[in-house]
């Protein structure tokens, strides 16, 4: 009996296991596989019982009735059903160690560091989901929109709550994947969603918060409101949230509460920076040109809007740099110079103020040191904010301090996940200390989530110069040729650290002639891979002339650097207010 259930046990795990690793091949149902398991346990009592009732012999099974077999028979029949006992287990235990470690596909490298990042995931963090417009009008998304953006700015003031920044969150618009993979890709254990319906003077909103693990609704509310009473009813969502998830209010040191609000609780004028916010989100010069007609009329209502002032500010620096030219350009840098000054002074315990302040002393007045000082300021103010983060990263690079830019950039994308800048960014910094692997892997996390992002194919052109491949330099370069003047000069750039000399000549000499005559830091760095460092010295001069805002970049730019060793380089930095490099070792090797 005992042989004969160990025998049945041990035949039923081969067929399981067999079962377990086969039928996937052939595409069919798990079902089928817990149907064997069902089937092999129903199966044991009705063995046992034909057991009881039979003997197995050397001829095969018997009726027992007692006496049929001899001892000896019964021994050398109980040996061979030892061996097919100890057989069969065996070729299961092979079956599973082969599963195990041979047949079974091994996690690839991001699986891997996906199923890390799961177990990285704070329990005290949250995701904020654009909530949805109920009435599907155009003209008041924006209005949802700011209610969500509202939530995660308070939501930042919070001690140990992680919070995810409205440029990764709000990628999720409208979501159709399950709560869990959205938490993954955001690394968030909760999401706050909900929607929303003005009607009139009235208000009415749904929130719920979710957890990305299971999807189950830990805190739900319904409000209905009238919409004079529209601040008092973000605040209280605020505060259920918060205690939903056991927070409190920041006590660091610096640290004071942050709003976008107008300081008379004025909604018109809330309205229409909520609408500048939204334009400005765009990324296109008619986005932006549109911002800034929404946050001057949101001063002409309120004045003394701080926040309207710093954004308008912002948007008037990107204006200069990317859309303008020649007058214009000084126009815009004045214009967004007067705005962060007032909002300076209107209020200086804002930290988008400071940002603001920060940012046009960088490319509007070249004060590299001031800059860093008021990035400083507005991350003390706002310890949280991935924007801060990245700003101060971005100013302590332009000073040389590529360890901390780093450092803080990594911190910002933890808040800030889905945004392709901030990978271009932090492979700006790598590239310039000469980690070029781990810069190729920012660069690769960038174009996952946006392959056109501006200056990505350039950075992989560079990263090819750089290990000294001239010619898969100019085929990348070659890959993305077009009409646009920075594919051209990629190619230039290419050329230059290539062998064809006459190709490389007239190359510079058509970039000297055409749309770079006048962007002299370009200049630079064509010569600085072209290996003529008198010109490329002679170039970096007249940038500084022109006051041309890329000599911001000189302390992570891996061309230049390359020259790093130079005492013009030193005397160089000294001239235009920067500390000059550490020695080190050339960045192209």
């Known amino acids: 009996m005992l042989r004969a259930g160990a025998f049945y046990a041990a035949s039923a795990w081969l067929l399981v296991q067999v079962a377990t690793q086969v039928l996937p091949f052939f595409d069919l149902p798990n079902w089928l596989v817990r149907w064997v398991i069902v089937a092999a346990l129903v199966g044991f009592p009705f063995w046992m019982a034909f057991a009881w009732f039979h003997e197995i012999t050397p001829t095969g099974f018997a009726r027992d009735v007692g006496g049929t077999s001899n001892e000896s028979e019964r021994r050398a029949t109980g040996r061979k059903l030892d061996l097919w006992i100890i057989g069969i287990l065996a070729c299961a235990v092979i079956l599973l160690l082969t599963d195990r470690f041979v047949t079974r596909p091994h996690p690839a490298p991001d699986a891997q560091a996906a199923a890390m990042s799961d177990a990285a995931i704070p329990a005290k963090s949250v995701a904020v989901l654009p909530f949805n417009n109920v009435e599907g009008d155009r003209d008041q998304q924006f209005f949802s929109d700011g209610l969500s953006e509202d939530l995660i700015t308070a939501l930042s003031q919070f001690d140990g709550l992680k919070v995810i920044s409205r440029e990764s969150s709000f990628q999720f618009r409208n979501r159709t994947e399950d709560a869990d993979t959205v938490g993954h890709k955001l690394g968030v254990a909760h999401l706050l969603e909900g929607s929303v319906r003005r009607r009139d003077d009235q208000v009415r909103i749904n929130a719920r918060l979710v957890a990305t693990a299971d999807g189950h609704v830990v805190w739900s509310q319904r409000y209905d409101r009238p919409y004079a009473d529209l601040f008092a009813l973000q605040d209280a969502i605020t505060r259920a949230v918060a205690e939903a998830l056991k927070v ?342």
């Not at 315990?349 to 400071?354: G, T």
């Not at 332009?398 to 492979?427: C, F, H, K, M, V």
């Open 248 to 589: 409190k209010l920041l006590a660091q040191p610096g640290a004071v509460p942050q709003t976008d609000r107008p300081p008379s609780g004025n909604l018109d004028a809330y309205a229409a920076y909520l609408r500048g916010v939204s334009s400005n989100g765009k990324g296109t010069e008619e986005g932006t040109r549109a911002a800034i007609a929404a946050f001057e009329e949101a001063l002409r209502i309120e004045p003394a809007y701080a926040a309207a002032q710093a954004s308008l500010s912002i948007a008037w620096l990107d204006i200069a740099l990317v859309y303008n030219s020649g007058s214009e350009t000084e126009t815009a840098f004045a214009n967004a110079r007067a705005a962060a000054r007032t909002a300076l002074a209107l209020a200086p315990d804002l930290a988008v103020v400071h940002s603001a302040q920060a940012y046009q002393l960088l490319v509007g007045e070249m004060d590299w040191k001031g800059a860093e000082a008021e990035a400083r300021h507005a991350l003390d103010l706002a310890p949280n904010d991935a924007f801060a983060k990245y700003l101060l990263g971005n100013m302590l690079a332009t000073l040389g301090d590529l360890d901390s830019a780093i450092a803080l950039t990594r911190q910002a994308i933890e808040s800030n996940p889905r945004a392709a800048n901030l990978y271009l960014w932090l492979a700006q910094y790598l590239m310039g200390k000469g980690q070029l692997d781990e810069a190729v892997q920012s660069l690769n996390a960038g174009a996952s989530l946006r392959p056109d992002a501006l200056g990505q194919d350039s950075s992989f052109v560079i990263i090819e110069i750089l290990r000294g491949n001239a010619d898969k330099a100019l085929a990348l370069a070659r890959e993305r040729s077009g009409d646009d003047a920075s594919s051209t000069y990629d190619i230039a750039l290419a050329l230059q650290a290539g062998t064809d000399r006459q190709a490389a000549d007239a190359a510079l000499e058509a970039q000297q002639a055409g749309e770079s005559a006048e962007d002299f830091y370009a200049q630079a760095r064509l010569h600085a891979v072209r290996g003529d460092a008198a010109a490329m010295f002679h170039a970096l001069d007249r940038a500084w002339e022109a006051r041309d805002p890329n000599i911001s970049t000189l302390m992570y730019d891996p061309l230049l650097l390359h020259y790093r060793n130079d005492p013009r380089f030193a005397a160089y930095c000294v001239k235009v207010g920067l500390p000059a490099p550490m020695p080190a070792e050339d960045t192209r090797t």
